[in-house]
């Protein structure tokens, strides 16, 4: 079998390990600002983008909640930690990218994050050179769980859907690939996926070093 035209990459909690960064600095803004928020309705906001992510935050906790000043306390104490480097690569990200790499496969990154927030994170872990595609939720109306980020990213390639595979940790981002018509499969991060969301995908792994140990045998792919 030829290898994917394509394998489009999500990026928080697939490839940078921020989601529990994400949890705590939502929860210490919110402090700060003399609310809170639960674990429980932070993880309800992973794949989701900063729209989506505010609108859940008021439907749960009310109008009386502070999200503005929650909200850029939030983008803050984020920045600061990436800025300083408090960022690590998920588990055989480099190894699956060089492998992506001597087999021609081209790639590209489907985020909720904004654009400047996706190249600080990805140059953080060292890869933002090995993206030459970037898709960001500005750039498209609605975010995950529709699929419009991943048709953007497999327009961009200029790779139709179909031969796409998507790499994903979220239930949103696996919704959002599966209703592309593209080839999801899940990296769980926090939270693993219901059994409805698994059945959407080719497979669910517990890193991307046994991501890349699938696609070279079922693609045959040469070593880097």
């Known amino acids: 079998m030829s290898p994917p035209a394509a394998v489009i990459f999500d990026m928080d909690g697939l490839m940078v390990d921020t989601e529990a960064m994400a949890i705590e600095a939502w929860q210490a803004a919110a402090r700060a600002e003399g609310a809170e928020i639960s674990r429980a309705l932070c993880i309800g906001m992973i794949g989701l983008n900063q729209r989506d992510s505010e609108r859940l935050l008021v439907d749960t906790l009310g109008a009386a909640f502070p999200l503005i000043p929650v909200r850029d306390r939030f983008l803050r104490i984020l920045r600061e930690r990436l800025e300083a480097g408090d960022v690590d690569a998920k588990a055989g990200l480099h190894d699956l990218l060089d ?3 001597a087999n021609g496969v081209p790639k590209a990154v489907a985020t909720s994050s904004g654009r400047d927030e996706a190249i ?13 595609v970037i898709a960001t939720s500005e750039q ?27 790499l994903e940790d979220s239930e ?5 690939a599966h209703a592309a018509g593209m080839r999801p499969l899940i990296v769980p991060d926090i939270k693993p996926p219901s059994a409805g969301t698994a059945r959407l995908a080719a497979g669910v792994f517990p890193s991307l070093s046994e991501v890349r140990v699938f696609l ?3 693609y045959a792919l040469r070593d880097a």
């Not at 600080?120 to 030459?132: D, E, N």
């Not at 975010?143 to 031969?163: E, H, M, N």
């Not at 949103?172 to 959002?176: E, F, K, N, P, S």
């Open 99 to 101: 492998a992506l790499e």
């Open 120 to 132: 600080l994170k990805l140059r953080a872990i060292g890869v933002l050179h090995r993206f030459p």
């Open 140 to 166: 498209v109306r609605l975010g995950k769980p529709a699929p419009d980020l991943f048709l953007l990213a497999a327009s961009q390639l200029g790779v139709a859907p179909g031969r796409c595979t998507v």
């Open 172 to 176: 949103a981002g696996v919704r959002a």
């Open 216 to 218: 070279a045998e079922e």
